[in-house]
């Protein structure tokens, strides 16, 4: 079983900061990539940002420039830091782990934490 525990959302105001932390635990027999997807009200659930075991990154163009992705190898945690945050931001964050799952491949979850973003 591979955890995945999320803490820093909570409540900003539209041009605040934010930082989320995803740690990972458990039976990690490697990691492809590891990343987080948000889900507004009635919206499906969408990626924000990813990054590989090597460091490559990948962040959805309403985010570039404001939110920076970034990993500990060493403590399998993954880290989001949201700057010039609006309210179109405001979702619930869920980090992901995909990583090796016998032949093929598996997405971890988080529980989700919330952030909302006051105009």
């Known amino acids: 079983q591979v955890q995945l525990v999320e803490s820093g959302g909570g409540l900003v105001q539209a041009g605040g900061s934010l930082r989320l932390s995803c740690a990972a635990s458990?039976?990690?027999?490697?990691?492809?990539?590891m990343g987080w997807y948000r889900q507004a009200p009635g919206k499906q659930r969408e990626l924000v940002a990813a990054?590989?075991?090597?460091?490559?990154?990948n962040l959805v163009g309403a985010v570039k420039g404001r939110f920076t992705i970034s990993r500990d190898n060493a403590k399998n945690t993954v880290y989001l830091q949201m700057n010039s945050l609006k309210p179109e931001d405001t979702a619930v964050y869920y980090c992901?782990?995909?990583?090796?799952?016998?032949?093929?491949?598996?997405?971890?979850w988080g529980q989700g934490t919330q952030v909302t973003v006051s105009s």
């Open positions: 992901n782990l995909r990583g090796p799952r016998g032949l093929g491949v598996a997405d971890y």
């Open positions: 458990g039976s990690i027999f490697g990691i492809n990539s």
């Open positions: 990054i590989t075991s090597g460091g490559s990154t």
